[in-house]
């Protein structure tokens, strides 16, 4: 039974981005019901669940394929991140998250995980398992620190047979964020959902083989029809013995197979040359701004010295005022030509105090004369800040650009030396297919190449017929699990979604016949499709792919389909649910109505959480979300307020005041509408 996490808490230490963490572990505790993360655009919503997300995954994705072809065909395999990608945290702050952690507290059923990477790359610290968390030190505790049995571990709590299976409920169930797939509208995801959690582990370990089995088969019958079909015709008898046509098909197979694997690697150094070289474009792109930043906060203390300079030494003074300046601005001596000259920071620090700049003597001011005033010296402080942070981002930059043309580097000689190594594989390959048309006549001097393909063919065939017939009986055993739940989910998608749709809508379930491969058999796959009304159509009609609804429709009935699946899936057990800005196109009234319908998902079961993010587009949805939560105080510790604590950017230097305010009625809220 799959047991889905239950977020518990998530603690971040020396991230710049949440300047809390910096002085002391930033917790947030997941509560039981509804939890939401606030903040303004570009404060970090998004990669605190991220973190989240990445605690859970680790440096690991989804095969990339999956996003550009049918997912139910991909091979059952995880993919490593690049090195570029596995930044992507420490790329939000100036010192590369050098220092920062992440700890994630998961259940899974009876059992808690906490979970600690490190958010410069995602290195697993360690993962501490324990049956009861508040029992941390007891004998059935264990702490492993190394991916492989981690992700053993993580399967076996989550109830799957793989770590690729995690990935696929992590990725298509627990978390909603921005590259979401639609599932209600994707035949093929819903085949691997349906896989992962209506099976055991063990028949969804053999569903998966069996499918790659029937397309490697399927690849092998064309591969062979191929061949027969160039050489049809033109061979003819030879007297070479059969155990030559043995030593030539194992001689190609061997061949064929060791082009593949250098194929495949040829593919991964491409990717990791191109992924280097844009490490250092963007390396190089940083670097340029904060150079030129740093360039503009000189050029602005220089304005601010030199105007502080007129000022003490009174407007009669201009040689000396010009000498003076040099050395502020140049740090140069035009008396005697010292460069650098020692005296130079003693008299900045004198102008800086509003000190005379030849003896350092508090002198009276001429009249009418304005010293340097406080804003100016609080403005020298700022600007001399910026322009520590900004040394620090060209450092880093160096720091980046040196790794990047050092992998580039890297990548690029194995790039060729696969390269080379792949076209000698491929002459070879092409020497051993002009032998094959002399060595298949020693079969037999009666029979012919063509014959002898036919047979090889035939053998292909009688293979991929076997296997299709294993994988049709598998995938039998799913459609007979789906259709066991079939009302079920289609009731409990009703129940959510109709909190959210004036329009009626339902679940269609049916099976449709579909390859696994570019030929052969076609099997019976379980499929829920959509059926709607609309303002424009009598009665309900099939909707067969999101651009039919609207965009804000499709997000809720895909969201509701996700509800469903895990409110089914979990029988009696409870789940969390992350959905990254759902609010985003809608009115106030489908606003009201998707908070209704996330808060019900998070009251469905007592341990159900639902973190939403919100960047505050109005208080409706919030508002609704939160709706039964009356007190203040347990509206607020629901909230990630990262108006708070996440590093303020522009608009919260200069809206802070309007953004809190907002925030706070949402927060009071729940007394008002108790008072009415």
């Keep these: 039974m799959i047991s ?11 991230y710049g981005l949440f300047p809390p963490s910096q002085k002391q572990p930033f917790v947030v505790e997941f509560r039981p019901g509804q939890n939401a993360v606030i903040g303004v655009n570009g404060s970090g919503k998004s990669t605190f669940i991220n973190i989240a997300l990445r605690c859970l995954t680790g440096p690991f994705n989804l095969p990339s394929a999956t996003s550009e072809t049918e997912f139910g065909q991909v091979r059952a395999r995880v993919t490593s991140m690049p090195r570029s990608d596995r930044q992507l945290f420490a790329r939000r702050v100036a010192d590369g998250a050098e220092a ?55 399967s076996r709590c989550l109830g799957v ?42 028949r969804a370990t053999e569903y998966a083989e069996a499918q790659q089995d029937v397309i490697s088969r399927d690849s092998a019958v064309r591969n062979a029809n191929s061949v027969l079909s160039r050489l049809q015709g033109q061979l003819a008898a030879a007297k070479t013995r059969a155990k030559t046509i043995e030593g030539v098909e194992a001689e190609r197979r061997l061949l064929t197979r060791e082009a593949n694997v250098i194929r ?3 593919e991964k150094a491409a990717h990791n040359r191109l992924q280097a070289d844009k490490e250092r474009q963007s390396a190089r792109l940083d670097r340029l701004k904060a150079t030129e930043v740093r360039e503009s906060i000189v050029r602005e203390l220089e304005r601010i010295k030199l105007d502080s300079l007129g000022s003490l030494l009174g407007p009669s003074q201009e040689t000396l005022r010009y000498v003076v300046g040099q050395l502020l601005a140049e740090h140069r001596c035009l008396v005697c030509g010292t460069d650098p000259s020692p005296a130079a920071s003693q008299i900045d620090l004198w102008v800086r105090s509003g000190k005379c700049p030849i003896c350092g003597s508090t002198h009276a001011i001429p009249e009418k004369v304005v010293p340097l005033t406080d804003a100016h010296k609080f403005r020298i402080e700022r600007l001399d800040r910026e322009l520590e942070l900004a040394d620090k981002q060209i450092a880093e930059a160096e720091r980046r650009i040196a790794l990047a043309v050092e992998a580039f580097a890297r990548a690029d000689a194995e790039f060729d030396k696969l390269e080379r190594r792949r076209l000698t594989l ?23 190449d063509v014959e002898s393909l036919n047979n090889v063919l035939d053998s292909e065939r009688r ?39 004036r329009e009626s809508a339902e679940l269609v379930y049916q099976t449709v016949k579909a390859r696994v491969g570019q030929g052969g058999a076609s099997f019976d796959f379980p499929e829920f499709r959509l059926s709607m009304s609309g303002g424009s159509v009598a009665g309900q009609t099939i909707r067969e792919n999101p651009r039919e609804v609207s965009q804000s429709q499709a997000e809720f009935v895909d969201l509701a389909f996700r509800m469903a699946l895990m409110t089914v899936a979990a029988k009696g057990g409870s789940a969390t ?100």
């Design 426 to 448: 491929d002459s070879q390959i092409v020497e051993v297919l002009r032998k094959i048309p002399t060595e298949r006549a020693a079969i037999g001097s009666r029979q012919n």
């Design 100 to 154: 920062g952690i992440a700890t994630l507290v998961v259940g899974f059923g009876e059992e808690t995980l906490e979970i600690r990477r490190r958010l410069s790359d995602l290195t697993l610290e360690s993962c501490f398992i324990s049956d009861e968390f508040s029992k941390a030190r007891s004998s059935d505790s264990r702490s492993i620190n190394d991916e492989e049995p981690y992700q053993a571990e993580i």
């Design 4 to 14: 889905f996490p239950i977020l518990k808490s998530l603690t971040i230490e020396n």
């Design 577 to 676: 649910l992350v959905v990254d800005a759902p609010e985003a196109s809608l009115d106030f009234l489908f606003a009201e109505r998707a908070g209704h319908q996330l808060a019900a998902f998070s009251k469905a079961k007592k341990q159900n959480r639902v973190i939403v993010t919100s960047y505050l587009p109005s208080d409706h949805l919030l508002n609704a979300f939160f709706d039964g939560i009356t007190s203040r105080s347990h509206r607020r510790e629901r909230i990630v307020d990262l108006i708070q604590a996440a590093a303020p950017n522009a608009a919260v230097r200069a809206d802070r005041r309007k953004y809190e305010e907002f925030l706070g009625r949402i927060i009071a809220h729940g007394e008002r509408h108790e008072t009415r």
């Design 463 to 501: 293979a991929l017929k076997k296997a299709e017939n294993r994988f049709r009986k598998i995938v039998a055993e799913a459609v007979a699990q789906v259709e066991i739940l079939q009302d079920e989910i289609a009731a409990s998608f009703q129940r959510y979604l109709k909190v959210f749709l």
């Design 264 to 266: 495949d690697q040829v």
């Design 161 to 202: 047979a793989s770590f690729f299976d995690s990935l696929i409920v992590f990725y298509f169930l627990v978390f909603m964020l921005e590259d979401r797939r639609a599932l209600v509208w994707d035949p093929t995801a819903q085949r691997q959902i349906f896989r992962v959690l209506l099976m055991s582990p063990e």
